[in-house]
């Protein structure tokens, strides 16, 4: 019996180390893979060939409390430029002005419209 409890114990170890190190190796991969694809993003933030529409820059608190997070973290920090180096703030263009008269409409479709009962625009009803 004694036997038996040690060869259940010893599974049982054996059953946990097997589960960790399968866990820490997935976690190393998912890390590296970050990691890859977060310098990936650095160097087109540096060559400045972000993709995307009008980006929000991140607030200046929200970039300090990450890389404190870093730093306390023995995580590399790099000193990218801010947002307002790398995007240069566009002027938005002023609306055109909204077409006045008549002869700014346009009737093209006129001549292929019909009422239901079969008449058009402007002729008298049947």
């Known amino acids: 019996m004694d ?26 991969a998912r890390s590296d893979r970050r990691r890859a694809e977060n310098s990936a993003l650095a160097q087109q933030f540096r060559a400045r060939r972000l ?6 820059p991140t607030s200046p608190a929200l970039r300090a409390a990450a890389s404190s997070f870093r730093i306390r ?11 307002a180096e790398l995007v240069p703030i566009r002027k938005r263009e002023r609306p055109k ?27 008298p009803r049947k």
């Open 73 to 83: 973290n023995a995580l590399p920090v790099e000193n990218l430029p801010s947002a």
């Open 3 to 28: 036997n038996d409890a040690a060869a259940r114990f010893r599974a049982t170890v054996q059953n946990a180390v097997t589960h960790s190190e399968r866990v820490a190796g997935e976690a190393k």
């Open 51 to 56: 993709a995307g529409g009008d980006p929000t």
């Open 97 to 123: 002005p909204a077409r006045v008269g008549d002869e700014d409409e346009d009737f093209s479709q006129e001549r292929i419209m019909r009422r239901v009962d079969g008449t058009r625009p402007g002729e």
